[in-house]
């Protein structure tokens, strides 16, 4: 009776090859994905939304700026170049400012908001889970109050018949949307509200929610398909939700939080239009 063919066993060049092999591999991905973290997308959408009045009014939406190096002020600093150089009517920054660390550079995130100051239009701006992480967030409110945006801490902001509330973080429990209920607001108005998920409580007087966090996954399969996402966008974690609680749209993002890698997830600068539907 024959004897079954026996799988022969590896040579030592076919080890090499195949660690070669892996090797590469890694290195591409890592670099891709570190190139990728360094490719700003420019996305212009219209949004037709049910409770809007303001036809062609344009916002830039600059989420998760996370300036935590030399090289991140620079990449922020580009970002709102960027924005600005598409005219918009107004600029929004819905949160994380810095990622969680022991020495936050202040310098640096203030060196990144300057481009800001050559804007046309207001800039206004929240807080994200991060910047409460660092537990100075009085230096982090001064140091985005020392820039050109106007920071929103469950305020009302009024803009030529456009209504915009900053809501403070929902992570760090911050949030309060009792003062949208106190008086009567333009039929046109706008929410930054740092995470996505937390559109379940936003009252539905609201036009659209302006939220980031997610960074999209940062690290994705292709196609945009998310690995993790992080408490507070596992519902939403990437671009246009008409059927959520109030329409909302959830931002890529300009900076990272851990690697500085993006995977099949491009930094993303926003560019809305918004009409009534």
Same mark, same amino acid.
């Given at each position: ?5 026996? +799988? ?5 060049? *076919? ?40 036809? &062609?009014? +344009? /916002? ?22 960027? %924005?600005?150089?598409?005219?918009? !009517?107004?600029?929004?920054?819905? &949160? !994380? ?11 640096? /995130?203030? +060196?990144?908001?300057?481009?800001? =100051?050559? %804007? ?15 537990? &100075?967030?009085?230096?982090?409110? !001064? ?24 809501? *403070? *973080?929902?992570?760090?429990? +911050? #949030? ?42 940062? /690290? ?7 690995? =993790?996402?992080? @408490?507070?966008?596992?519902? #939403? ?7 959520? @609680? ?32």
């Amino acid at each position: 009776m024959p004897k079954p063919n026996k +799988k022969p066993e590896p040579t030592r060049r *076919d080890v090499l090859r195949w660690a070669s092999a892996g090797a590469i591999t890694t290195l591409f991905t890592t670099s891709f994905a570190n190139y990728e973290s360094s490719w700003l997308s420019v996305e212009h959408h219209e949004l037709e939304l049910p409770h809007w009045d303001a036809n &062609g009014f +344009k /916002v830039a939406v600059l989420a998760d700026l996370h300036v935590d190096s030399v090289w991140d002020a620079e990449h922020t600093a580009k970002a709102m170049r960027l %924005a600005i150089a598409e005219k918009p !009517d107004l600029i929004a920054i819905p &949160g !994380d400012f810095i990622t969680l660390g022991p020495k936050p550079d202040h310098a640096l /995130v203030l +060196k990144s908001l300057e481009p800001l =100051h050559d %804007a046309k239009c207001p800039v206004v701006a929240t807080l994200g889970n991060h910047d409460y992480d660092m537990g &100075g967030i009085t230096r982090v409110a !001064d140091t985005i109050n020392q820039s050109a945006a106007k920071l929103l801490r469950n305020e009302i902001f009024e803009l030529d018949g456009v209504s915009i509330a900053g809501i *403070d *973080d929902g992570i760090a429990e +911050k #949030y309060d949307t009792n003062f949208l209920g106190k008086k009567q607001f333009s039929k046109s108005l706008l929410a930054l509200f740092h995470e996505p998920d937390y559109v379940d409580f936003v009252p539905t007087n609201v036009s659209l929610q302006l939220s980031g966090h997610s960074h999209g996954g940062q /690290v994705c399969l292709p196609g945009g398909i998310p690995i =993790h996402m992080p @408490r507070g966008s596992k519902k #939403y974690y990437c671009g246009f939700y008409p059927d959520a @609680r109030v329409p909302l749209y959830v931002t890529r993002g300009i900076g990272t939080s851990g690697p500085r890698w993006r995977l099949f997830c491009q930094p993303e600068v926003t560019i809305l239009t918004l009409k009534g539907a």
